[in-house]
């Protein structure tokens, strides 16, 4: 074998080297960014574990949270068709509050203002006509939970017990798009905060004040007083008003400034 043959040889087998190490760290780099790609995705479970583990719980047999006391405001509480009337009859100012049991805003509300107005309802300053409206029954799946829970918290306040049946499903809400708790669920809660009348059940299940809420729901939002100045639609939950006219809640100091 001539001196050039083994030169070109050792140049073939060089290449072959070359190619197998490029091929080798190839591989190297695939099986590195597999590892990288299954690490990721198991941040990524374990971060939606424990996002889904923060949730408010809408288990189907769950029995819902009452709130603290201190989120209950001590004070009659009057069902008046279709809305409930909670306060002293000293009070001399009356605040009509309109909210929704699925409204997130109107949960940051109850978190905002809570605590100011069951003071200024216990002190017998104001008196708070809740309007509990069935608006966003499409935001549930399924859908209806507006409705179910507005008229559950009307059934409730026929026995007397609807602010701490209030407080509670404010307290943990269920999200918006997700399982509304079921009649069953506030049934248990009712009863929780002490409703014993034996109607109490069947007008949870019958949804005994749906006709009520379904015209409480066409008045308000034909109420010339709710509207937006710029839509010309109701404002939407949560509203305030007293005295005819919507209440401005960017003034944070608007229940004081009507408990004067």
């Known amino acids: 074998m001539g001196g050039a043959e083994r030169s070109a040889r050792k140049k073939k087998q060089a290449a072959r080297e070359v190619v197998q190490a490029r091929s080798s760290g190839s591989d190297r780099t695939k099986v590195i960014a597999g590892i990288a790609v299954v690490a990721v995705l198991a941040v990524a479970v374990i971060g939606y574990v424990v996002f889904q583990q923060m949730k408010p719980s809408t288990s189907t047999t769950d029995a819902i949270p009452l709130a603290p006391a201190d989120h209950t405001i001590s004070a009659p509480a009057v069902r008046d068709g279709g809305t409930v009337l909670v306060g002293k009859d000293t009070a001399t100012v009356t605040v009509d509050v309109y909210e929704d049991f699925l409204c997130p805003i109107c949960g940051t509300f109850e978190k905002t203002y809570g605590t100011d107005i069951?003071?200024?309802?216990?002190?017998?300053?104001?008196?708070?006509?809740?309007?509990?409206?069935?608006?966003?029954?499409?935001?549930?799946?399924?859908?209806g939970y507006s409705t179910d829970s507005a008229n559950a918290a009307l059934c409730v306040a026929d026995d007397g017990k609807f602010n701490a049946f209030h407080a509670a499903l404010f307290n943990k809400q269920p999200e918006e798009g997700e399982a509304g708790y079921t009649k069953d669920q506030l049934i248990k809660l009712g009863k929780e905060v002490g409703v014993t009348s034996a109607s109490f059940e069947s007008c949870v299940q019958n949804q005994t004040?749906?006709?009520?809420?379904?015209?409480?729901?066409?008045?308000?939002?034909?109420?010339?007083?709710?509207?937006d100045a710029e839509s010309g639609r109701f404002r939407g939950t949560p509203s305030v008003a007293s005295g005819g006219k919507l209440v401005d809640l960017d003034n944070k100091n608007w229940l004081s400034d009507l408990a004067k």
């Open 118 to 143: 069951k003071k200024a309802v216990e002190d017998g300053k104001v008196k708070v006509r809740y309007h509990i409206l069935p608006m966003l029954n499409r935001l549930s799946s399924p859908e």
């Open 209 to 227: 004040y749906k006709p009520q809420l379904d015209e409480l729901m066409s008045k308000t939002s034909n109420d010339p007083a709710l509207r």
